[in-house]
């Protein structure tokens, strides 16, 4: 009996540290991503990004967009604000019905929206705010053309076949078909039931 509760034990012990060493991992990765992301650095990014995300839309076009938005273009400009490092968190591994490996790594993200040839009034102020929140953002205007928002946000960790077995990652947006159609429904729906318990632990902080 003894040799067995120490085989069982020491077989237990081995899965705890394989699971601390994958969301070591996730952590690692998240905080690169989002450094990479604050330095602009899209094409790095994108090595970390899911492969099969490139199967519906091109590499470089979703580089050229990142790019877009936040290098400036004749309308705006967007500034990611830097981050907290101690702020992620990743939870615990999960595994699909499929094998596919999952988890999830969540951190306030902010960011500012510079606009370059449009100056907000109060009526105009309030209009922007309220598009803002309705995709789920707190927003405040810092001056009458400086937007600030911040979001808890939210990484989708995924470690499958068509990653070769390493962790990649996607950004959790239920509401972009592009995420829809490349995330199992089981996954998905751990996603959606882990994300809402985020936003309810996070207002039961703020009261």
Excluded: C
Aim: aromatic residues 12%; hydrophobic residues 40%.
């Amino acid at each position: 009996m003894k040799k067995l509760i120490s085989i069982f034990l020491f077989i237990f012990s081995g899965l705890l540290l394989a699971q601390s060493a994958d969301q070591k991992k996730i952590l690692e990765d998240s905080k690169k991503f989002m450094s990479l992301f604050e330095n602009k650095n899209y094409e790095g990014m994108m090595d970390l990004t899911h492969p099969a995300i490139f199967e519906k839309i091109d590499r470089k076009i979703l580089t050229d967009t990142f790019n877009k938005m936040f290098e400036g273009n004749d309308e705006f400009k967007m500034e990611l604000l830097s981050s907290n490092n101690d702020v992620f968190n990743v939870s615990d591994i999960f595994t699909a019905q499929d094998n596919t490996k999952y988890a999830f790594s969540s951190y306030p993200m902010k960011m500012k929206m510079i606009f370059l040839k449009e100056k907000f009034d109060e009526e105009k102020q309030k209009m922007m705010i309220g598009m803002m929140e309705a995709q789920g953002m707190n927003a405040k205007f810092i001056n009458d053309t400086t937007l600030e928002m911040s979001k808890l946000s939210m990484i989708l960790a995924l470690n499958d076949k068509t990653t070769g077995n390493t962790w990649k990652y996607l950004n959790y947006d239920e509401a972009n078909p592009l995420y829809i159609s490349i995330v199992p429904v089981e996954v998905m729906k751990k996603a959606k039931e882990y994300y809402a318990n985020l936003l309810i632990k996070q207002k039961e902080n703020a009261n």
